[in-house]
């Protein structure tokens, strides 16, 4: 399996604080990969390193076979990440205008958007929303409509931090389906979480923060 994502020596500091010293990170083509860890321990800063929120050193980044550099954060970067946070903003505007939002601000044609926006509503199972705002939709709703949001950018690598967080029952089933569905489609997933079943996840693979490290883990360990 061929390498999306490399990057060599990433350091983070808090004033004298070394939040991250991280040897390598390296995420795979097509993959989903679970980041595990204490809260504090940096799961959320070192997503937002990765999509270009925080400034840290690095030695090299190489992102599908190509160098590049976080700092200034390149537009090539920009274009195949997509960061989801686990609180996600849901605009006061219709459904539609949530999920092809990023589309409007590339500048796609109208009639492209309206097309795209169909066929996301539909992957995600939203499209009973159609029509509706953000005020009227559940949590696991709105999670749904942040994936479609993502995913209609058509990105190599989604970051998603916490995705499952405060959602039970059916909502939390609904989300956990859509991560392979993201990895069937040739994506590469890396999600920030405490959640047993995104963890337990069949292909996904593990890694650790702990003490500012971060560890590859089989898949059969805890």
Not at 64 to 88: C, E, I, M, T
């Amino acid at each position: 399996m061929s390498s999306l994502l490399v990057i060599d020596g990433l350091h983070k500091r808090f004033g004298e604080r070394v939040l991250l010293d991280i040897d390598r990170v390296e995420i795979a083509a097509a993959s989903a990969t679970v980041l595990t860890g204490a809260n504090g321990s940096g799961k959320s800063t070192l997503l937002r390193i990765l999509c270009g929120l925080e400034r840290a050193q690095t030695r090299s980044v190489v992102f599908a076979g190509k160098p590049v550099s976080l700092s200034p954060y390149p537009a090539v970067l920009r274009d195949a990440l997509v960061y989801v946070h686990q609180h996600p903003v849901m605009f006061s505007i219709s459904v539609e205008a949530n999920v092809g939002y990023g589309l409007a601000v590339r500048g796609i044609d109208k009639a492209e958007i309206a097309r795209r926006v169909g066929a996301a509503m539909e992957w995600a199972g939203i499209t009973h929303l159609r029509g509706t705002r953000a005020r009227h939709w559940s949590g696991g709703e709105k999670q749904r409509v942040a994936l479609a949001r993502a995913r209609i950018l058509q990105p190599a690598l989604l970051l998603l931090d916490e995705p499952t967080a405060n959602l039970d029952g059916p909502a939390r089933e609904q989300v956990l389906a859509l991560i392979p569905a993201l990895v069937a489609e040739g994506r590469s997933v890396i999600m920030a979480c405490h959640d047993r079943d995104l963890i337990n996840l069949p292909g996904v693979r593990r890694m650790k923060l702990k003490d500012g490290r971060l560890a590859a883990r089989d898949a059969a360990m805890d």
